[in-house]
């Protein structure tokens, strides 16, 4: 199906393990993001990418880790998560200058 | 720093009245700005936006937003609200580099 999509849409782990958000999208767009949603606080940027191969830092990137091989994938790593990345992550993707679209989000509940 | 306030948390409107949701931004050049709509358990979906020219903005679902350069205000308005309307609404800012900043949200309520 043509668009953005994340996959797990609900996931719950426990304290010091790794995992693993996936995003994906269709549409060829060069740039990709990571936002967190927490109550109080709107979308925060946690990474974005500009092209493959090519990543920075946003707002809140402590304690994870992002990489895009791929033009179309974009994964969101959390090495060791804690309780305070229980959150809802949402991918979105973009052309130059252009309006963002957004994926489902992912909920995760760190326990 | 660059930032964008939503000053209203939560509004309650009658259903049929008239809606407006503020957003003021803070940037160092004027910002394309956005309004995105979030209903629950959902992603956000882009009502508007707003890049250069005409400073009032035509959307989708029947919304519209002003952008006025001397208040750094981008507020959302719809004449008659349908209780469908009831989501989160997101003003969000964005420069070069295509990184946006997002307000904290308003919550609709719509009451029948």
């Known amino acids: 199906d043509a668009g953005i999509t994340q996959s797990p849409r609900y996931k719950i782990t426990e304290t010091g393990r790794q995992v693993t958000l996936m995003c994906h999208q269709t549409w060829s767009h060069s740039y990709m993001f990571w936002y967190r949603q927490d109550l109080g606080h709107g979308l925060r940027l946690i990474y974005y990418s500009a092209a493959a191969d090519i990543t920075d830092k946003g707002e809140v990137p402590d304690g994870y880790v992002v990489s895009r091989s791929k033009t179309e994938n974009f994964p969101l790593t959390l090495e060791s998560a804690t309780r305070s990345q229980t959150s809802v992550y949402f991918c979105?993707?973009?052309?130059?200058?252009?309006?963002?679209?957004f994926g489902p989000g992912t909920r995760l509940t760190v326990t | 720093a660059q930032s964008v306030t939503q000053p209203d948390i939560h509004i309650t409107v009658s259903e049929g009245a008239s809606l407006e949701l503020r957003c003021n931004y803070s940037?160092?050049?004027?910002?394309?700005l956005f309004w995105y709509v979030q209903s629950p358990g959902q992603g956000l979906q882009l009502l508007l936006k707003?890049?250069?020219?005409?400073?009032l903005v035509q959307g989708i679902k029947g919304f519209e937003a002003e952008f006025k350069r001397s208040q750094s205000s981008f507020n959302l308005r719809k004449p008659s609200v349908h209780w469908s309307d009831a989501a989160e609404y997101f003003c969000?800012?964005?420069?070069?580099?295509?990184?946006?900043?997002f307000g904290t949200g308003t919550q609709l309520k719509v009451e029948l």
């Open positions: 707003y890049f250069s020219g005409d400073t």
């Open positions: 940037y160092g050049a004027t910002p394309y």
């Open positions: 969000a800012a964005g420069g070069g580099g295509n990184k946006l900043t």
């Open positions: 979105a993707s973009s052309e130059p200058g252009y309006e963002q679209y």
